[in-house]
């Protein structure tokens, strides 16, 4: 019981910590827009209209923040095995391309075989790219922050400067399109759908400006299933024990090296699977461009839910909600960079409650060995 009520206490605190970091970093924001003498009432309800004002717009919120979901998780599960992954935009980079290379390449598969193929190998993909610098952390004792920015440089190399150019068919600076039958189920298109026409609620997606597809709901999959796996299953425990204590872990039979290797291969399927959606339901190809940062802001988005599988849902909705709403805003008279501005105090103070929290927590089990 007391056990519970102290993994009870810890959720609240963390949620807690993330909420007053939101508050802090809107509160600092109001100064910044007074900057740009634009009004933060007006500044703030275009924000929040833009992100949630009708129905359209709560969609494409979902929809920005689909890859920042997926890219949140692949930090946050090998965040809870002690490990940092900075390479979840090589990994979705690599995941987007060989989803867009298989989405194109096979002609004469039927949907229900070619589609989930193109997915597999965006997964596979980011897992075997996140899986290199695993390797390497664990037999070579090589720095996974270096790897994985170096890794990150490389992908966006292989994939954009010369996968593009390599595999182009027009001045377009992408790869071929894929054809229909790797194409992700847009909710725009689902009322066309002879399997999803059948549901009664299909008409209220019948918009052209809904941009939403079905990687989110493969996204909200993705967490729950790696929820399961690190609080549920003995596996999840291995993680979890080495990111509070290798030597532990190793001592009471744990291979810290195996879980490493494991904890980046899951982290870059993820981030792959963010990839392939981007390519397989947003762009229909692989285009120059997708190297926009989804994999440093599913950085934020980690912190922000707290290493949690659920709290990357709500980090990834919030930092889509700001996307989406950011454009309203300039709508408003705001400068765009105003946004980033309040992404970047989210982050700050996110971070500077945990330092915070961490030190409070070592002062007490200090004064509790004196």
């Known amino acids: 019981m007391n056990s519970k009520m102290e993994n009870f206490k810890s959720l609240l605190t963390d949620v807690g910590i993330s909420v ?35 129905f359209r717009n709560i969609l494409n919120t979902l929809w920005r923040s689909t890859p920042l979901i997926l890219t949140g998780l692949a930090f946050a599960l090998p965040y809870r095995a002690g490990l940092i992954n900075i390479g979840a935009e090589g990994q979705f980079l690599m995941g987007g391309f060989a989803a867009g290379v298989a989405g194109y390449y096979f002609t004469s598969l039927p949907a229900i075989i070619h589609l989930p193929l193109a997915i597999l190998a965006g997964v596979v993909a980011g897992a075997l790219w996140a899986g290199l610098a695993g390797w390497l952390k664990a037999k070579m004792e090589v720095n996974e922050v270096i790897s994985t920015i170096m890794l990150n ?27 229909e039958s790797a194409k992700l189920t847009r909710f725009k298109e689902m009322a066309d759908s002879a399997f999803w026409s059948k549901l009664p609620f299909v008409e209220v997606f019948a918009d052209p400006g809904i941009r939403l597809h079905m990687n989110f709901v ?63 339901g947003t762009h229909l190809s692989f285009m120059a461009g997708m190297d926009a940062g989804f994999g440093f802001t599913g950085i ?15 980090g990834g909705l919030l930092f889509g909600a700001l996307n989406q709403g950011g454009l309203e805003m300039q709508f408003a008279g705001v400068p765009s960079e105003i946004v ?20 409070m927590k070592n002062r007490r089990e200090k004064e509790g060995v004196e």
């Open 153 to 179: 440089h490389i992908a966006v190399a292989l994939t954009i400067n010369y996968g593009i150019n390599k595999l182009r068919t027009s001045t377009r600076m992408a790869t071929p399109q894929i054809m």
């Open 218 to 280: 493969l996204a909200l999959i993705a967490a729950v299933i790696l929820w399961y796996l690190l609080f549920k299953t003995s596996l999840g425990y291995e993680f979890r024990a080495v990111g509070l204590n290798p030597d532990g872990a190793e001592y009471g039979g744990i291979n810290a090296n195996k879980t490493i290797i494991w904890t980046m291969l899951i982290g870059g399927a993820v981030a792959g699977l963010g990839g392939a959606g981007e390519t397989l």
């Open 340 to 359: 980033n501005i309040i992404q970047a105090l989210v982050i700050f103070f996110v971070a500077s409650l945990q330092i915070i929290k961490i030190f």
């Open 300 to 314: 934020a988005v980690g912190l922000i839910g707290q290493s949690h599988p659920i709290g990357a849902i709500f």
């Open 20 to 54: 007053l970091s939101i508050t802090v970093a809107l509160l600092f924001g109001v100064f910044f827009i007074l900057l740009t003498e634009e009004s933060p009432a007006t500044a703030y309800e275009a924000l929040y209209f833009g992100a949630f004002g009708n």
